[in-house]
């Protein structure tokens, strides 16, 4: 009969001089006691018996996810006795498969450039040579807490984070695509303790001059795009994947309260762009229009340098960090730092904080949850209103 394996229960097994066997009741793991010492395996009515390793070397968590696995081979009509090189391979051969796969090319050259410069610098560097039952989740846990000590820069722990995300690339891409190979679980899918640092720089108005003026001086596309941030408060990652067809000009928008219509300009921001998974309409002021406009249309993006077929930018915040370099403020800011100085600048002007929220893209709760649930444009003329206050303030800085 099936018991619950615990550590204390593993730990208290005794070498026995008849064979004694015991199942987990949570898992697909067996333990068999001999005069030798206690060992863990897998046991399939069709596939027999897979010894996974002695007790005390390894951990019962490790023993039941190998287990699980082999489980889930099975299922597949896959033998766990299968040669290593089909169901078990090193990391860095699957690495190898997996960047000459049609899904990995399907990502933009930026990203595959430096997807493989973190995979062979930290992933490969520490795992490489691991089979994939070894990668385990306390062995990805381990490899966590090592990029976060060892990784160069600053944000070693944003390194982490990508370098855990690449791990997790590969390894559901050879779940999903290679006919030998099966996980159970994701090893990289466990609780991860962030450092807590709390942003709250907020720019003078005398540095967003400086600042403005600066991104007046880039060159084209980064000069629209830096100054289409500042002026519309959008998170720079969404605002870099607008696309033409998703920008309304001209659009009548009604207030029913005092009977006037008016038109303004909206970008339709998929789900699939923005951060939270829903739509969201920016209304964009009238200088942002302009500068939209003024972009050639070189493929379905707006802000393109127009390298590689269908791309949009993605070094925005390196020409960020070379102006601020440049100007060598006292405190360090970002790119997101400029959303948070926009909603700080507009609440001390006195402009409600749910309009500012509707404003940059938050959903504001009001009324009854099913109106909430299907309302995802309130308010256009409001937000027009929100725009053109701000886009005042910032046409102001160079009139100064």
């Not at 078990?88 to 990995?104: D, G």
């Amino acid at each position: 009969m099936p018991i619950k394996f615990t550590t204390r229960f593993v730990e208290s097994l005794k070498p026995s001089e008849t064979e004694q066997t015991y199942a987990d009741a949570d898992s697909a793991l067996s333990i068999r006691t001999v005069r030798s010492g206690a060992y863990y395996f897998f046991r399939h009515k069709r596939f027999g018996k897979k010894q996974i390793g002695r007790v005390g070397t390894v951990s019962l968590a490790d023993a039941r996810e190998v287990a699980n696995a082999f489980k889930s081979l099975a299922r597949k009509g896959v033998s766990p006795q299968q040669g290593n090189a089909n169901t078990n391979p090193t990391l860095v051969n699957l690495y190898e498969e997996y960047i000459a796969s049609k899904r990995f090319h399907a990502n933009s050259p930026a990203y595959q450039k430096l997807f493989q410069s973190r995979c062979k610098k930290y992933v490969l560097k520490k795992l490489g040579n691991y089979r994939v039952s070894e990668i385990t989740e306390s062995v990805a846990k381990d490899f966590w807490k090592w990029v976060c000590k060892n990784a160069d820069g600053k944000n070693k722990e944003n390194t982490a984070i990508l370098c855990s995300s690449h791990l997790s690339a590969i390894l559901e891409w050879a779940n999903d695509s290679l006919p030998n190979f099966s996980i159970s679980t994701n090893p990289t899918r466990f609780r991860k303790n962030f450092s807590k640092t709390e942003r709250t720089r907020v720019l003078s108005q005398s540095e967003l001059r400086l600042v403005l003026s600066e991104f007046q001086n880039q060159h084209s596309p980064f000069r629209e795009f830096l100054i289409c941030t500042l002026l519309t408060g959008i998170r720079n990652g969404e605002l870099a994947k607008m696309r033409w067809s998703e920008i309304e000009i001209n659009v009548t928008a009604s207030d029913l309260n005092s009977i006037t219509n008016e038109t303004l300009s909206v970008w339709n921001c998929p789900a699939e762009t923005s951060k939270h998974k829903q739509p969201v309409r920016y209304v964009l002021a009238d200088d942002v229009v302009k500068l939209v406009l003024s972009l050639p249309r070189i493929n379905s993006y707006v802000f393109t340098t127009g390298r590689g077929v269908d791309t949009h930018i993605t070094s925005q915040g390196k020409e960020a960090a070379k102006i601020r370099s440049k100007l060598a403020f006292n405190d360090p800011w970002t790119l997101h730092d400029l959303r948070r100085t926009l909603v700080t600048h507009l609440s001390e002007s006195g402009v409600p904080a749910a309009e500012i929220d509707r404003f940059i893209g938050k959903r504001v709760s009001e009324g009854a949850a099913s109106h909430a649930a299907y309302d995802f444009a309130p308010r256009l003329l409001e937000k027009k209103r929100v725009a053109e206050a701000w886009s005042q303030t910032i046409r102001s800085l160079t009139k100064e």
